[in-house]
């Protein structure tokens, strides 16, 4: 049956935060910020209680007197809190609510979550019993229906046993110490509420507690707006023992259980309520969610970091990394957005719910999770982008000062920043040309980022491109770039795997920095480099992959030609790239293997190599087309 309820539920949001992201955008949906709306609302509830208490008086007759001069004489001001006040506590007890409902639906509420799930049932509580206490200060009609009917709920209580109710048969028994005692419990009540509100977000790391600026400032011109359309006032006058109350405009969101006290035994509502409230509390435990042989805790390791965590039961692989200090990526941290898409390098996850825009079925099958949603299911290397949301792109202007065609159609261009400056990227990126009319053309870096005081770019003449028709026509040099980066993750894990590079015409480009930058470093892992293209004469710096390969006993360079000239006498490895990679590994397991080329290449050749053992976590691409450049081919472990 819970099962049930939630697949409901969870079918409803994932609908309605779907017309939201429509309507508002990921990062302002919100859905994705139910819980800091919440303490937004509390913020505005303490500001607008501040001023209302300073101009409101206790006593008889002073407390419904002191509220009409607040809400009447100074309704650009004391009007306008009050009424605000009134829509936030309303506010505040529906995104309480909608958040609870939400995390019930997606099943985001047990193991080390319950903690926050009881304070949460606490929280809603207290809401609900400052808000009903707020209604008695006023001290009208509607606060002498509410006061009245607390006071004979409770009597049916044997603690009570009808005593309280007699404090409210004639006028001359109310006095000044109720107001005085309804005024210290809306005081205590909020401040309870502060302390168990910043106890309840200490188990979700970074926890934010105020929404952004824009919803902030939405959510509280609503409530102005609707204050100055509908403002909050008095109900029939004040408070008159002597009459019963009729007539009054009632408040479905804070006082729907005293509604019941005269439709119900009161003894029953009773027994209603206290098991409603035990059911929220147990709720986390009903039913018990079978873990299996599934250990209390999986092992994380996040790269490019390197480092690894350990993460609970159910915990999502975001707040396992932010709670032991990772610099993570995320925004809406509801499976909206997708600023937090990694790719699962080993291991098992569960992807978790999440808005199919921001996780496509394609990128899913190649291993793409959001961290926000995913859990592990043992223990898993993933690995995210970490320079997506801490270091920001650069814009550079460079100076053409060096030209050179290594064949018809392949030119080679190097860049020079001003005062030789050296632009700091990783081996494998790439940076964007950016044309007059704001047009960009994505390049590999050639050099390794050891020797990054000239920037190298191998350019390859497309038919009709408007870029590289200049460059094979009228640049020279002297002339100025502009461009920007460094982007991508196109670049070598850590680990002690051997390399497979399968590069295709310029795609040796980044090839060539990747192989620079292992040598530099020492690396000794295996190095096989296949490059395919179609002639002799495409292979434009040969000579440099056979140079390594005689000083580095570790790599090892296979040329392929696809359709060689006759008069080239070509011996060596002909047909299809991928093809002479079968051939050489008949099991492809526990190799990374990195393409580099055409987009049609890669596509072609990955669905082969994965049938030899290659494994989807360990294979990566660079895939470029004539003007643009896609990363979309980072697959995972299974």
């Known amino acids: 049956m819970v099962k049930s309820m939630q697949r409901g539920l969870r ?35 303490i500001v607008s209680g501040l001023y209302l208490y300073v101009f409101a008086d206790t006593g008889i007759h002073d407390a419904y007197n002191s509220v009409e001069r607040i809400t009447h004489q100074q309704w650009w001001a004391g009007g306008i809190l009050r009424s605000v006040h009134r829509y936030a ?13 939400r995390h019930f639906a997606y099943d985001r509420y047990r193991g080390f979550r319950s903690f926050s799930w009881l304070t949460g049932v606490a929280l809603l509580w207290l809401v609900y019993i400052a808000g009903i206490n707020g209604f008695m200060l006023v001290w009208d009609k509607l606060a002498q229906f509410v006061v009245i009917a607390v006071a004979e709920w409770f009597d049916v209580l044997p603690m009570f046993n009808g005593t309280l109710i007699r404090n409210f048969l004639y006028l001359e028994s109310v006095n000044s110490r109720l107001f005085t005692l309804l005024a210290f419990v809306h005081i205590g009540a909020p401040l309870i509420v502060l302390f168990i509100m910043w106890v309840h977000v200490q188990r979700v790391p970074r926890a934010h507690i105020n929404p952004p600026k824009a919803i902030a400032l939405a959510v509280t011109l609503m409530f102005v707006v609707l204050s100055l359309i509908k403002p909050i006032v008095s109900q029939g006058g004040e408070a008159d023992m002597s009459v019963v109350p009729t007539g009054i405009a009632f408040d479905w969101f804070e006082l729907p259980v005293l509604a019941l006290v005269y439709v119900v035994d009161p003894l029953h509502l009773w027994a209603w309520v206290l098991g409603l409230s035990g059911l929220l509390f147990l709720t986390p435990w009903l039913p018990p969610k079978r873990r299996g042989a599934m250990p209390a805790e999986q092992h994380v390791t996040f790269h ?4 690894t965590v350990s993460a609970r039961f159910g915990e999502t692989l975001l707040d396992a990394g932010l709670r032991q200090s990772i610099d993570l990526p995320y925004e809406c941290r509801n499976g909206g ?26 990128e899913l099958a190649l291993g793409k999770v959001l961290l926000c949603c995913a859990t592990a299911l043992e223990d898993v290397e993933i690995e995210y982008r970490a320079d997506t949301s801490a270091k920001p792109v650069g814009n550079y202007r460079a100076r053409v000062v060096h030209m050179a065609r290594l064949t018809d159609d392949v030119m080679r261009i190097h860049l020079k920043l001003p005062d030789g400056e050296p632009l700091a990227f990783k081996a494998g990126q790439y940076l964007n040309i950016i044309l007059d009319d704001g047009q960009r053309r994505a390049f590999s870096f050639a050099n390794p980022p050891h020797q990054a005081e000239l920037i190298e770019l191998q350019i390859r003449l497309m038919p009709g491109g408007l870029f590289t028709s200049h460059v094979f026509t009228t640049m020279k040099v002297g002339d100025e770039l502009h461009f920007e980066g460094p982007l991508g993750d196109f670049t070598l894990r850590e680990s002690s795997r051997p390399i497979v590079f399968v590069a295709g015409a310029t795609g040796f480009a980044p090839v060539k920095s990747m192989v620079e930058d292992a040598f530099h470093r020492g690396l000794r892992r295996e190095i096989h480099l296949y490059w395919g293209v179609r002639r002799l004469k495409d292979l434009y710096l040969s000579e440099l992959p056979t140079r390594w390969a005689r000083e580095h006993d570790n790599f090892h360079f296979i040329p392929v030609l696809s359709e060689p000239d006759a008069e080239d006498h070509w011996q060596g490895r002909t047909g299809l790239v991928h093809e002479a990679i079968l051939e050489d590994f008949p099991e492809l397991k526990q190799h990374e293997i990195y393409a580099c080329g055409s987009v049609r290449m890669v596509e072609a050749i990955f669905p082969f190599l994965k049938k030899q053992g290659a494994e989807d976590g360990a294979c990566f691409s660079d895939a470029f087309s004539v003007s643009a450049r896609s990363m979309a081919f980072q697959p995972r472990q299974e």
């Open 89 to 101: 506590t309303d506010g505040m007890i529906l995104t309480m609510l909608l958040h609870m409902l």
């Open 304 to 307: 490019p970091d390197r480092r």
């Open 11 to 45: 079918w409803l949001f994932m609908r309605i935060e779907n017309l939201f992201n429509v309507a508002f955008g990921e990062q302002l949906n919100p859905f994705y910020h139910l819980g800091t709306i919440s303490f937004w609302q509390f913020w505005l509830l």
């Open 337 to 362: 957005c997708g600023v937090c898409k990694c790719t699962v390098l080993q291991g098992r996850v569960d992807p978790g719910l999440y808005q199919p825009k921001a996780l496509s079925s394609e």
